[in-house]
């Protein structure tokens, strides 16, 4: 469990040290040495939080997130997020905007907190839908319209989510409630 923790807090200083680089635009030495500074003091910050899911919640039955996984997963995503993108703007650009706001409330089975909080970034990072509230499995999401939410009640973001840690179960969601708001024209 202890080469996990440190190979956790390894992959994270190089994921805050890499994305301070891309960011920043610029390989001199002030850059970089900003860059290594401020990645390993959120990683020290970060160090009992970590210690704290690795030893008391555990990575349920040893599962991790898998580095190759999140190669492939961020793409996937940022698909997600163009398509949906186009989704919207057709919404708001057509002259009746067909919106049909509406509260989904779910259950997941995932792993672990790590997974549960991807899921509910990747959810609100796709346009058209926004994560409200996640208590233990249970998610509440605002969906803007049903093409934002399809993704979510027929399981494929969650299973996604869900490949990341090695699990490919395909009954991932249940439990799935749906509340449309009242339309006033």
Known sequence: MKKAFLKGTLLQFAVLLGLWLLLSGHIDPFHVGAGVFSALL??????????HLYFNKGIAAGRSLRVVRLALYVPWLLKQIVLSSLQVAYAVLHPRMPINPSLVRFRVRLPNITARVILGNSITLTPGTLTLRIKDDEFLVHSLMEASHAGIIDGSLPGHVARLYGDRSTDIVSEVKLFHKARHV
């Open 42 to 51: 959120v990683t020290l910050m970060h160090v009992r939080i970590n210690r």
